[in-house]
């Protein structure tokens, strides 16, 4: 694993993304519940695929939505350190060595935790507070298999509800069953690359000046 020490947010973090499966996206991949591939797969695929030919992804710029979550966030993560006495060290992007594959954790705690932030609106985040969001699974054990840490602590944080903070371990069996969906994944990816290097099309690679800690 390698750590990209770009800031999230801004063009380095957004060019270390582009054309590579995220964990934020594995749901697109495998299914949270049943483990199985996702219809959504195939659409996903070729969004990476156009991001890879444009240079840049598809949603650029940002929204009020957006940076209210941005806030949300920042005052999330200093909520959770002042409840678990703890630092939150915030990274870039974590890379698996082969480079096809990472995910942008809203951080880091010591040498064997992280931490996800959701930012919900009230009725997604009620579904947290009844355990009914389940989403999140394969995003947390993606970012658990990538980071190969040993707990992930999820924090459902809205501002006017109730808070809820689960400490998530590590499921082998499940990581497992997800490393070979996304390898798959990006097995038809790369296939689907060559096939459109060979129609001709000129590739923007925006991949540089990305530094790793």
Known sequence: MKILTCTQGTPAWMAARLGRATCSRFSDIMTAKTRQPSQSARPYMHELLAEWILGQPLDWGTTDWTNRGTDLEKEARAFYELQTDTEVRQVGFLLR????????????????????????????????????????????????????????????????????????YRDEVYIADLSAAVDAFVSDLLAARERILALGVEIRPPFMGLEAA
Do not use: F
Request: charged residues 20%; glycine residues 14%.
């Open 97 to 168: 060595d082969d480079g096809l594959v990472g995910g942008s954790p809203d951080g880091l705690v010591g040498d064997a935790g992280g931490l996800e932030i959701k930012c919900y609106g009230a009725k997604h985040h009620v579904a947290c507070l009844l355990g009914e969001e389940v989403a999140t699974m394969t995003q947390v054990q993606g970012n658990l298999w990538i980071s190969d840490r040993e707990w992930w602590d999820v924090l459902a944080y809205n501002p006017a509800m109730p808070h809820l903070l689960t400490r998530v």
